[in-house]
């Protein structure tokens, strides 16, 4: 998904959809019940993305953020949970704010986050399994 995004600067629907179903449905058969934590991260994770990419757009006239970027993060919510979130943020921004300033990037320049946003995820998901992180 990170290589597709970094090579077209899109994460299409039948990457990220199928992730968050899977998110879902483990939390569903881990707590034998509805995954309420997960839905719930699932919904403020697209919907957080979703708002900060419609106001970028009020606001300049131009997309700032995908529905890609949205969904992807969605799936985190749903693998992770709403809390582990802004940890994934974190996880996510920095490196890509310290790559941009690395390699002088000049403001207005497209990245294609969803690389990053793998990354943070993942770290973050890993770092659960582990016992250490949220």
Do not use: N, S
Not at 54 to 82: E, I, M, P, Q, T
């Amino acid at each position: 998904m990170a290589w597709h995004d970094r090579r077209t600067r899109r994460l299409p629907d039948r990457l990220t959809l199928p992730l968050a179903a899977a998110g879902l449905a483990l939390a569903a058969a881990r707590t034998g019940g509805v995954p309420v934590a997960e839905l719930a991260g699932l919904a403020i994770g697209f919907g957080t993305f979703w708002l900060f990419g419609a106001l970028f757009y009020r606001l300049r006239g131009v997309d700032g953020l995908g529905l890609g970027d949205a969904k992807l993060f969605g799936a985190a919510g749903a693998w992770l949970g709403a809390e582990a979130l802004p940890v994934v943020l974190i996880a996510a921004t920095a490196p890509a704010l310290l790559w941009a300033v690395a390699r002088d990037v000049e403001r207005g320049t497209a990245l294609a986050f969803g690389p990053w946003l793998a990354g943070g995820f993942l770290l973050v998901w890993i770092g659960r399994l582990a016992g250490g992180i949220i």
